[in-house]
């Protein structure tokens, strides 16, 4: 099939789907496409590299950016303002229930001051600031449950079946070479195969989680229907997935799956508190096992990884070598410019490496000690949010639970807390949300789910009566 007559068919074949989607909500507003779009060129390419620029490999392209991303940006971030300005959205009770990202992100705009490159740093930290926007433009809709549903099922709709038809018909665009072996890796609509991961891990925890929640009802015929197209679009993600070999995405969608699943068991609907002390107690006993006993390598050998973690371990090493402030770090996503980076590409012989592949050490090179104990502030408050809504039970909560948990693995040997998909779905679920907007989010189950026990679904094999 010519490319041209394949990139039709997807035209059509997604514009057919928005249309007639089976799974469309009802009273969402259009202002959730505001979201959708920031996020996808999150998940995928930055606006100039799909009009044909390249991804900038040297420090000067680093540091200056493109004029036409900043403009996309600044649009998107000013909608979002004027967005949540007409909404009267109460940000002195957004500000007092989210102290502890406050605190964070005061202290990633004061760490302005101290970088070497201060006018670079704050255009970034403006920037990431609109993640914060475009999320609350989902989370205060008038049907929020609806709009983050919404939200994510686009974005699964624009990037899996693109990646797709780049990779058949557009291979330049959709394939590439490895920076360490060579070796031909698979991009579909991203840049990498790590972005492509982490597309597929959201994606695909998404369509799990809304098949699962969906289930108790699937005897009516429009929750049928949406079940077939959740499947489907598993089917892809998988293929894709499988094709991006990145073994870290792997197993974190298998871990926000089993999340999914033990959240959704009759053992832990009777005793919620059990799961949350298992989830941050699992991620300790990692740490002690990988660090402490230094298994690291050997649990890495278990699932197909290189026990350096494909050289991550010589990066890190490398890294800690090198002098910065400990307690202040380099400043707000500085650590990775100037000659900092030219030491790096020119001492470390691990190549043209701009990112720590490890999010708590990507932390503390751009905002030290100080910084990370904030971000873990951040982590502790989430989490007593996002557990706060498990009982009563929403059937969010356990989407938002499960991605808390890929994050904190995602992050061991990926910059998962740099501004990009994982973090936005992260955030979908750690920021606490105003009166009102938390109790339309999350007191009450989605209308999927009325007349399942006490609210919330059960998984098929545990369902009763069936």
């Known amino acids: 099939m010519p490319p041209s007559l394949a990139l039709l068919i997807w035209l059509i074949l997604l514009l057919a789907l928005l249309a007639f989607d089976p799974a469309k909500e009802s009273g969402t507003s259009a202002a959730v496409w505001v979201p959708v779009i920031w996020m996808f060129f999150l998940a995928s390419r930055l606006p100039s590299q799909w009009i044909g620029g390249q991804v900038g490999q040297s420090a000067t392209s680093l540091e200056e950016g493109s004029p036409l991303d900043r403009t996309v940006d600044l649009v998107l971030i000013l909608l979002a303002i004027g967005i949540l300005m007409s909404r009267s959205f109460n940000w ?8 502890a990202l406050m605190a964070f992100l005061f202290f990633a705009l004061v760490s302005v001051l101290w970088s070497d490159f201060p006018f670079v740093a704050f255009k970034r930290w403006f920037r990431d600031l609109g993640n914060y926007l475009v ?3 989902a989370l205060s809709d008038p049907h929020p449950f609806g709009a983050v549903r919404t939200l ?7 990037l899996i079946p693109l990646s797709i038809l780049l990779i058949k018909y557009y291979t330049a665009m959709g394939r590439g ?7 031909i890796e698979t991009y579909g609509a991203t840049t990498s195969k790590n972005m492509l991961g982490v597309a597929c891990m959201i994606i695909g925890l998404f369509f799990f989680w809304d ?3 969906r289930w108790a009802d699937r005897k009516e015929s429009r ?10 679009f598993i089917a892809m993600t998988l293929w894709l997935l499988n094709l991006s070999s990145s073994t870290t995405s792997r197993v974190c969608l298998g871990l926000g799956c089993l999340v999914i699943a033990a959240a959704h068991s009759k053992v832990f609907q009777r005793q919620p508190t059990l799961l949350k002390v298992l989830i941050p107690g699992g991620f300790c006993l990692y740490l002690i096992l990988a660090y402490g006993f230094g298994l690291n390598g050997a649990m890495a050998g278990a699932v197909g990884k290189d026990p350096t973690l494909t050289d991550r371990t010589k990066i890190w090493a490398f890294l800690l070598s090198m002098p910065i402030n400990p307690l202040l770090g380099t400043g707000y996503e500085s650590f990775w410019m100037g000659t900092r980076l030219q030491t790096f590409w020119l001492k470390s012989g691990l190549g043209k490496v701009n990112e720590a592949h490890n999010g708590y050490l990507e932390v503390y090179l751009n905002l030290g000690i100080i910084g990370l104990l904030l971000l873990g502030g951040f982590l502790i408050a989430s989490y007593r949010t996002i557990c706060s809504r498990l009982k009563p039970f929403s059937s969010l909560a356990s989407f938002t639970l499960a991605v808390w948990t890929m994050m904190l693995f995602y992050s061991v040997t990926e910059a998962g807390f740099r501004s990009g998909l994982m973090w936005s779905a992260f955030l979908l679920g750690g920021i606490a949300l105003p009166g009102l907007a938390e109790d339309r989010m999350h007191s009450v189950a989605a209308p999927d789910n009325a007349g399942t026990a006490e609210g919330f679904p059960i998984l098929p094999f545990e369902a009763t009566g069936q």
């Open 135 to 137: 999320i609350l433009v």
């Open 211 to 213: 098949t699962v929640t």
């Open 152 to 158: 994510l099922r686009r974005l699964g709709y624009l």
């Open 177 to 183: 070479y490895s920076v360490w072996t060579g070796a």
């Open 92 to 99: 002195g009770s957004f500000f007092s229930r989210n102290a």
């Open 223 to 232: 929750t049928r229907r949406i079940i077939f197209v959740n499947v489907a």
